[in-house]
């Protein structure tokens, strides 16, 4: 017996909890999908592979390139602000400059893509970018071409009918049960699924509210050091994680959104972040350590931070706003 030989397809997912790829075997497609110390597979034999249905679709995904790249440039930007009187100016040029292409090129060249069987219909989480996906077409369908034969004629004709992915099979079931017991067709495991429920966009609304008014409220008193400062600031924080929250009760209830609730998470993942940073920084300053030169307190927020934390709420806020808008279009 010999080892099979696997070949990574373009296109690779890696983000914070889990990844996603796609690999060529001899005669057939294996899609693996890793969470940390788990991983799934699925294989597709390309004789049985009837469509893969690419569709443009916005997909704002964080990978752990973005985020070493994220990371790196606010380290350095600490280290030089101090040497440089142009550093501010610099680092936040540059950290516009890329948030904008991320969230254009999430937001247009990005798309879903789907691979049809006789009986699955399964979707590829490592192709999520427009020219990914073309790279990925072109590798794999000589290869299907290969092991399927072509279809003389008009081809189109031919599938209409049939369609792709697996056949529905609940209507039969349903009208069976109506007609020999239409009393009890409510209570019946087969009865119609309710349909499904609009999505909810005031929760959405409110969440990216909370963004904007603690962005803005944080670059209006960004040089203040009062108490009452602190306690608005905390009292904004505490809104946007009542926002977020809200946001995982809809998502369980199908009213929002997946993407909503990704940047939910990233949002109260940074809030811990920064309020930690705080916390550590207030403890620092009190000690008189050299890292925090002329003595600060609990309520105070160097600008710095406070000014990472405006960016990162505006750009949440964005993203949000664009979720939204592109599921009413």
Not at 193 to 211: C, E, G, K, N
Not at 281 to 305: D, F, K, Y
Request: aromatic share 10%.
């Amino acid at each position: 017996m010999t080892a099979e030989r696997y070949r990574r397809l373009p296109g690779r997912r890696r983000g914070i909890l889990g990844g996603a790829s796609v690999w060529l075997g001899s005669d057939h497609l294996l899609a693996v999908r890793s969470m940390r110390f788990r991983e799934n597979y699925r294989r597709f034999y390309l004789r049985d592979v009837q469509a893969i249905a690419v569709a443009r679709k916005p997909r704002f995904h964080l990978s752990m390139r973005s985020l070493a790249i994220a990371v790196t440039m606010f380290w350095t930007y600490l280290i030089l602000r101090s040497l440089w009187d142009w550093a501010d100016v610099a680092f936040w040029s540059l950290a516009f400059c890329l948030a904008a292409a991320w969230a254009v090129v999430s937001a247009t060249f990005s798309c879903t893509c789907r691979i049809y069987t006789a009986v699955s219909r399964e979707e590829l989480p490592s192709i999520y970018r427009t020219w990914t996906a073309r790279r990925f077409l072109a590798k794999v369908e000589p290869l299907i071409t290969q092991a399927q034969g072509t279809i003389e004629g008009q081809w189109t004709e031919l599938a209409e009918p049939k369609g792709v992915g697996p056949s529905p099979t609940l209507p039969p079931l349903v009208d069976a049960v109506e007609t020999a017991q239409p009393a009890s067709a409510s209570t019946s495991p087969f009865a119609t699924p309710a349909p499904a429920q609009p999505m909810d966009r005031r929760v959405s609304y409110f969440f990216i509210a909370t963004l904007l008014a603690d962005a803005g409220f944080s670059a209006a008193t960004l040089h203040s050091q009062s108490r009452a400062v602190f306690w608005v600031q905390l009292g904004l924080m505490m809104a946007r994680v009542v926002a977020a929250i809200l946001i995982f009760v809809q998502r369980y209830r199908r009213r929002v959104r997946a993407g909503m609730q990704t940047l939910a998470i990233v949002s109260l993942a940074l809030t811990g972040i920064v309020s930690y940073i705080q916390q550590v920084s207030a403890q620092l300053s009190a000690s008189g350590s050299l890292l925090a030169p002329g003595g600060s307190s609990i309520w105070n927020r160097p600008p710095a931070l406070a000014q990472f934390d405006i960016a990162v709420n505006v750009v949440l806020a964005v993203i949000g706003l664009a979720m939204v808008l592109g599921s009413d279009s």
